[in-house]
Structure formats: structure tokens, C-alpha cells
């Protein structure tokens, strides 16, 4: 019993986080309406692809970034994250958002430089290129992203106990590498400059891929 009840615990997110869900609708809700009120197009595009961008900017200089190998949902980081991730969430929800502006060569690799990401403007996005933390990944000259791709830049697991640990580290693609279809990094990994991810290669947390073969990364403290 006492078990179950350590679980049953671990398994209910804080109040915070729940409410914190609620801003991708709010936000919508409030750029349609402000757009209708003003009547204006222009207004609706900055409030949608600038205002996000600018408020994670925001809270990266006033608090770091959220960078953690192992915190709970009760942890401040924790909360710091997830208000990150919510402020991505309609670009996560509607994926042709980002589309639209991978029609414009330089132009994708210039908004998540506004995010906080340092992305060069020659790297290829192929469609449904999936990135999590876009505040949190450096992209090189010439690198190549395959189709349904994906850059995680955070993974939540269990420990022992039934507790969700958090762990949030910066995802790099060095110039000229390739990432093939469907393959993923998680947190902390780094594809080496001129390598070829293999098309639906998964790389763990902190690990890279150097000369053809996985490479374990040491994890900060």
C-alpha cells in the first residue's frame, strides 16, 4: 500500500504545471482576437511568430537556461522548462507553422536564433523536422536535416522510486553533418562535422556520433 501511494504521488503533476497547460489555447484565443479588433495581418504575425520567441528571451536573461541532468517536477528548473515548452506549444500543435517559414531559405534558422539557438542560415530542413527545445540547439554550416528528424533537447524518465526526473542539455549538429530520416537526438548528443547520422538512428542522452559509430559524451555535473 505504501507503495502504490508513492506512486499514485509521483504520478500527479503539480497544480502549477496543469495551469501553466492552459497558455498555448490562451494564447491563441488572444492573437485571433486582438488580430480581429485591429484588423490587421501584420499584427497577428508578429504576435504569433515574434511574441513567443521574444518572452523566451526574456526569461533566459533573467533566470539561465534551464540546463539539468536530473531534477523533479517540484524543482524551480522544472517549472522554468515546462514555462518554456508552453511558450512552444503552438508550434508544436501545428506543425505547418514552422513549415511556412521553412518556404524562405534563412529564414527558419533566423527565428530559432531568436528563440536563443545559434543555427546557421545554410543548413537544410527537410518537412516535418521536429525540435523541442528551440532555444536550446547549435547547427553548423551546410548541415542537412532528413524528413520526420528530430532534435530533443530534453528526455523525462522514472528513477527507482516512481519519480520523474528531468534532464535538459543543448543539441549540436556540426557543420556538414547530415541527420537522416526519421533519426532523433536527445538531450546533450552531438553529431560531428561531416558525419551521417544513419536514417532512423536514435542517440541516447549524451551520447554523439564521430567516424561512423555511436561515442559516449561526458554529461556536465
Known sequence: MPQS??????????????ALGYFPLIFLAGGGLLAWWAQSFALALAWLYLLPPLLCRLLLLLFGVPETTSCTPDHPVYLRWW??????????RLGFLEEVLRLVPGLYALWLNLWGSSVSPFAFWSRSVLISERYLVQVGHGALFGAYSGLAGHVVNRDGDGQ????????????GAIVGIRAGLGP????????????NRLLPPFTGWKEGRKVRLDAPC
Open 5 to 18: 501511494n508513492r506512486l499514485s504521488s509521483a504520478e500527479s503533476p503539480p497544480f502549477r504545471l496543469v
Open 83 to 92: 514555462l518554456l515548452t508552453q511558450l512552444q506549444m503552438p508550434f508544436n
Open 164 to 175: 520523474l526526473r528531468l534532464t535538459v542539455a543543448r543539441v549540436v549538429v556540426e557543420p
Open 188 to 199: 546533450g548528443c552531438r553529431v560531428f562535422a561531416g558525419e551521417t547520422l544513419p536514417a
